[in-house]
């Protein structure tokens, strides 16, 4: 039996990862590692807690310590890293929280791997899911491959391609076997409710302002989040070794429209007049270093390993709307206490 570590795993991203490899992988034992920091929710895995290939453990891999022990007594196969401070909007206000987690928690998982392997690497593999931020920000063209230079704008995407560069240096370096994924924006089910589509689904329930940054439009490529969990599971067990792939939905949103969209169908769902929901948006200042635009060629994967986004932008997002429709208790947990101070601060930033 093959003893997997995923980090990150109580997470949005992480959760769908962790439900098809527990669900999918009967012969895997898969160990889920997560902090439980303000994104993490046990509730997002609750269905598999009680499988008896799973194994929930707290712990924080800022830890070198702990990750060291927690290598050394379980001798996992393979990791998949998930774990990792996401949001463009805390990077500015705290970076070295990125750093924290996202370059020091890294390095420690790559070497722990690096010490048990102890250069007998046959079976072994280290994957870190990254974001497709680190290539900084297109024009009104082109779109990022996996051999576009790095050119992060923002601490968080500094703290994401510095990790990048040393999941590979320790490729290059000591032979460690590694793939990397850059994925463009996903929205679905966990989401946690600071990140532009579950934060105005919520607001739009309770009625509350859309706090669009600057003009609204910021371009984004939007994937819904089990089509990166398939292709996560993919790449895992057939991309080549010392690869990058970018993953991506071929689906370029302005931020205004995508908004308009969903406050269309908030609309449907909630019984409200047309045009209902779209009163409540409103322009606030912008973010700074905004990137403009994000768009993947996502063709490396889906010719190597067939891969391909499995719903629509419109599918995808009618199941999100139902999902956290039937799921407000997960919203009125997640939202109350810390998030909520932070919520505050964040919006009094000031209405244009
Ligand atoms: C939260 C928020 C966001 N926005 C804008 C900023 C962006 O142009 C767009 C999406 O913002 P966010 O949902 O924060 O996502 P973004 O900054 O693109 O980054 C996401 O996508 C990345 C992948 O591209 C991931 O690596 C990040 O972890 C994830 O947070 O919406 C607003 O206009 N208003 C808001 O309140």
Redesign the pocket.
């Known amino acids: 039996m093959k003893k997997i570590l995923i980090t990150g795993g109580a997470g949005f991203i992480g959760s769908h990862v962790v439900r098809r490899f527990v669900t999918k992988y009967p012969n895997y034992q898969i160990f889920n590692l997560d902090a439980l920091t303000y994104a993490g929710n046990l509730e997002n895995i609750a269905d598999i807690d009680k499988s008896s290939n799973y194994t929930f453990v707290k712990g924080d891999i800022v830890d070198a310590d702990f990750i060291n022990d927690l290598f050394q007594k379980h001798q996992f196969d393979g990791v998949l890293h998930l774990a990792?401070e996401?949001?463009?909007?805390r990077s500015i206000t705290d970076p070295l929280a990125f750093v924290k987690t996202n370059v020091i928690g890294t390095m420690n998982l790559l070497n722990a791997a690096k010490t048990i392997w102890a250069n007998n690497f046959d079976g072994k593999r280290f994957y870190h899911i990254?974001?497709?931020?680190v290539y900084g920000s297109l024009g009104a063209e082109g779109l990022f491959s996996e051999t576009t230079p790095y050119d992060p704008n923002?601490p968080?995407?500094a703290s994401?391609a510095s990790s990048d560069h040393f999941v590979r240096a320790y490729g290059e370096t000591y032979g460690l076997p590694y793939v990397i994924t850059?994925?463009?924006?996903?929205?679905g089910p966990n989401h946690f409710p600071?990140?532009?589509?579950?934060?105005?689904i919520h607001n739009i329930i309770n009625n509350k302002p859309?706090?669009?940054?600057?003009d609204?439009k910021?371009?984004?490529?939007w994937l819904y989040v089990i089509d990166h969990a398939i292709a996560i599971d993919l790449v895992f067990h057939e991309g080549k070794n010392h690869e990058t792939y970018n993953i991506g939905g071929f689906n370029e949103w302005q931020?205004?429209d995508?908004?308009k969209l969903l406050c269309q169908q908030m609309d449907v769902k909630l019984g409200r007049a047309v045009g209902e929901s779209e009163k409540l948006i409103t322009y606030?200042k912008?973010?700074p270093g905004?990137?403009l635009r994000?768009a993947i060629d996502a063709s490396k994967i889906n010719k190597e390993l067939g891969w391909k986004p499995s719903v629509t932008f419109e599918q995808g997002l009618e199941k999100t709307i139902d999902w956290y429709l039937s799921n407000e208790d997960w919203l009125q947990h997640v939202t109350s206490g810390a998030y909520q101070e932070y919520y505050e601060k964040?919006?009094n930033g000031g209405v244009m």
């Open positions: 990792a996401s949001h463009v909007d990254s974001t497709d931020e923002s968080y995407s994401k850059n994925c463009s924006n996903n929205y600071e990140k532009l589509v579950p934060l105005f859309l706090p669009v940054y600057g609204g910021y371009t984004r490529d931020n205004i995508l908004v606030v912008d973010r905004h990137d994000y964040q919006y």
